[in-house]
Every structure is written in C-alpha cells, then in structure tokens.
C-alpha cells in the first residue's frame, strides 16, 4: 500500500468508525438531543443510523415519552420537540429517505411512522395553541426569508405565497411543503440518481436554507464570504442579530472599541480575521446539516465547498496554509474528518495548491474554472491525489456572458442565442475528457473521486439550459431563483445530455469567439480554431490567465464583495460598542 492509499484507508477507516458510533446511539439518547437543542442530531440518527427494528422502537419510546411527559417540560423545548416532530415527518417524505432509511424499510412502514408523527402533531398543536402559533412564527421567518432569496421582491407576493405554504396550522405546512417537495423537478432529478439512470447530484448554491435542498435531495454546498453577503443584504435583521452574537462571543467592548481606532492596515487584518470567523460559523452549520450523508456514502457526497481568501489567488502557499488552519478547525469542531472542500482557483497559485492540498488527503474544489485548460490541467492533479473527493466546478453562466458580449460587440448574427450555449459545449467536452478515453486524449478520471461540477447557472426567457443540456454530470449547484425558475413547471428530463452534440449552426457562430475559442481549445484539437493566445496553467501563463475577462471579472467580484462584507462587520462593531 503506497502513501496515497494509506492515507485515504485512514480517512475511510475514520468515517467508519464515527457512523458506528452512531449506530450504538440509544433512543433515551436521542431523546435527550431533542430536549437539548441537538434537534438535527436526534433526526439524523433516526433517518440515516437506525436499522428497521432500531428506527421502530427508537420513534416508539421517542413518542411515547412525547406523550407522557411533553405538558412538564419548559415552553423552549416544547418547542423543540414540535419542530423535531414535524421536521421528522417531512423528513420521511423527503429524498432524505433515500440515502439509507428506504434500504431498510419498506415504503408501508414508513408511511406507518409518518402517520404516527403527524398525528401527534395534531394533538399537540390542539391541545398546546401557544406553542403551536411561536412554531409557525418561526416557520413564517424561515419562509420569507426562503422566497426572498428566490427573488420575490413584492411583500404582497411574498405573503401570499407565504399564506398559501403554511397554512393555517403546522399539519397544514407539513403537508402542502411535502407536496411541494414531490413536485419539485429536482426531486426528480435526484430520484433519478437514487434509482441508477443518471449521475447527477443537485447542490445548494448559497449560504442558507440547506435544509429545503436537502429535502429535495442535495448533496453539495457551496459557502464563502461572498455567498454569506449575499444572502446578508436580502435578509440583514437576522444576519446582524447572528454577525453580532459571533462577534461578541470572541471580543469584549474594549477590544472592538480599540479595532476601530487602528490603523487602516492592522484593522483590516482584524477584520478579515471576523469575515473568517463568521464564514465558519455558516460552514460549520452546514457541514452538521450535511454530515448524515457524508457518514453514510463514506465520504463520497454530503461535502462543503468553503473558498479560501480570494485575495490570494495568486499565492498557493497563503491558501495552503490558510485551508490546512482552516480544516484542523473544522476537524476539532466536527470531531471527525471535517466534510469539507477548500475551494481554489483556477490558476498556476491554486494548482499548487490543489497538488499540496490534495496530497494530504484535503479535498479541494477548483473554481474561478472557465475553460478546458483548466480543467484538464486541474484534473490531472486532483487524479493523482489522496482524497476521498475533490470537484472541479465549471462557470458555465460566467463564461457564457463575457463570450455574448463579444459577439455582440463584433456584431455576429446569432451571437446572443449561441453564447447560450457555449457554458454547455465546453462543460460537455470536458465532461468526455474526464470520464472517458475521448480518442486517446481523455484522463479517465475516476468519477467518484473527481467529480465535475456545473455552477453559476443562467436563466434566459425560463430556460436553464445549464441544468437541462447538461444532466449527468457529477454535480449540479443551484443558486435559489434558478430552483424556483426551475420549478415553475414541469421540466423534461433525459438522462445523459451532457454526452449530446451542440449543433454545429451554434458551434460556427462560438467559434468567431476568442474568449470561447480559449476556453473551448486544447493541444490537439485543429489548428483551425486555435485561439490566437493559447492559455494554460503554466507559472509563465499565470498573469494572462488572471487578466482573462471572465477570470478577471469573477476575481474582482470575490475580491470587491469580500471587501464589502468587511465594511459590514465594521459598521456591526460600531453598532455594539454604541457608535453606529
């Protein structure tokens, strides 16, 4: 066994035995998780740890202590245990069955156990109103919040839409957002997967409600600082309320009253170390939330994509250093080989740091990943790496716009109606140069240890061509408005047209495209359409390939909004020490 597989046996070995830790979990156990803000815990060792005779009596002794003893508890975990009860029953109609508990049980004694939740549910909610009214409070919150960033804007619509999820009770909510759920074209996407016809696993691309996707089957997570702002500007009442509470647990007034009058240089340091501090916070949340599935593939899925600090994209060793920190962390916080991928970009610094990474067993998740020489060059050291998994996350919609624009400057006829589909031309041909032999010039790469993922989607006029031109692919993350766009009505799907040809009317009208032409090129392909400034991840190409337009534009987007949620954290500092 050479070092490499040492290392990966280690980390196998390691998942193994925490999942076995919690399949020796008792029921008196996962009572107590529930009356002790461990709400998740207590259903995650139910849904994905319990074997058919352990889930039964587990959920018996569980409702039957519900039963005796709910009117003595305190209100804070009455309603605790309400929400335990009605997240378990979305749970059991949800793609989260999937993953272990429909391998251990037949679909009748499941629906046997939903029935018995919900109908406590019914009881409680009737004989406890108060505590039934503060569990659609929070639900109400949770749902504004949700379809704000799926970009409603009107309060008229949001509430009604709101109105119309709810309900007028918790049995209500629980049954029209599990058939919300049914309905949902990704849920079909993802039944696909658990059934065998296609590869592809959906992921969340945004800092917050996880939860819903993986309702919906999700897999993947992206979150960094720039996500986290995003996500702080449509809902700021309750990422200020959280900012503060995390800046206020690390420093006292003195210490935050004396960061404001520092200068310019020292502060700033002090405030990234904060953006830091709060990005980890997001992302340990989402690693628990995502852990059950990591434990139960073994590792193979239930990742989160964390990207280190964008301003050192051009320096391996600061992002080696900072991700290696970053995971003995996370590694302490999780008590357990961390589900997390650093995210690097696509260039001569990130590729250092994706073969030193990866060498160590870290996955890595390269991004800021444009064109086919990035890829390629990025697979064949992901390939060669120690890691359970690693992605490789193409910018489809990033790349499609700066090549749209080009053609439209150039005044090409058809450009527009093209460009749409040049993210899926090259994700395709990368997807061929990956997975298979391609006329001796593919890797063949293992697709569980390298999978390929498709980010930044693009809508145009209601159609996503970066979900429907591109399923089988490894992974698919999808931002919020493109789930709901998607959604809106029924989606075809097939299983494989990542392997479909681009029509060649689209093809001659990409090609008049430099940007398309550079990321779309590789040795070997005819000198015809080589672009006129070849690129590559090269030490000698590193600053062209930073300068390239839809790498520069990215960059500096990273850069400006980590920038902007830093601004953020000093205008919550003054607010605390009382100067805002």
Known sequence: MDEREKIVSKLKEKIGDERKSEESISAGKVVDRVLNKQVLKARGNLIFHSDAGGFSYKLKFILEKINEDYKSFSQDKRLDILLFLSYMCIDLKSSLTEWHLKKVMDEKSINSAFRSLLKVVERLEKEFPEDAGQVMKKLRIDTVSRFKAEGLTEESDINREVDLLLGSSITGYIENITGKIS???????????????????????????????????????????????????????????????LIKSHYNNEQLKRLLTMDEEEASKQLEDINSLITMSVVEENCLLLRDIFLATGGSAGNVSLQVNPKNHSDGREMVAEAENLYKELEKRLGGVPNVVFKLPGTAGGKYAAEKLTSEGIGVNITVNFGAFQSLGMGEVLKEGATLVSYISFMS????????????????????????????????????RFYTGDNGMGLEIDKEKVKLVIASLRIYDGWIPDILELYGTSVIT?????????DKKKQPFKSDTILDSTPEDVLEVLFKSEIFRQAWWMPGDPEDLKPQRVLSLEECDSGEVEKWEPAAKTIGQFVTFYDQMRDMVKERIKFIVGQG
């Open 397 to 432: 919609g990033r790349m499609a716009f700066p090549v749209r624009d080009e053609l439209k400057e150039k005044g090409v006829e058809g450009g527009e109606p093209a460009a749409r589909l040049s993210g899926v031309e090259v994700a395709r041909k990368i997807y061929r």
């Open 183 to 245: 309905e949902s074209n990704l849920s079909q996407v993802t039944a696909a997967r658990f059934s065998g016809k296609s590869d592809t696993e959906i992921g969340n691309d945004y800092a917050a409600f996880l939860q819903y996707v993986l309702w919906l089957g999700g897999s993947f997570v992206t979150t960094n600082p720039v996500l986290i702002k995003v996500a702080w500007d449509i809902n700021p009442d309750y990422w200020n309320m959280e900012v503060d509470r």
């Open 478 to 486: 999808v931002f919020p408005n493109v789930r709901r766009e998607f």
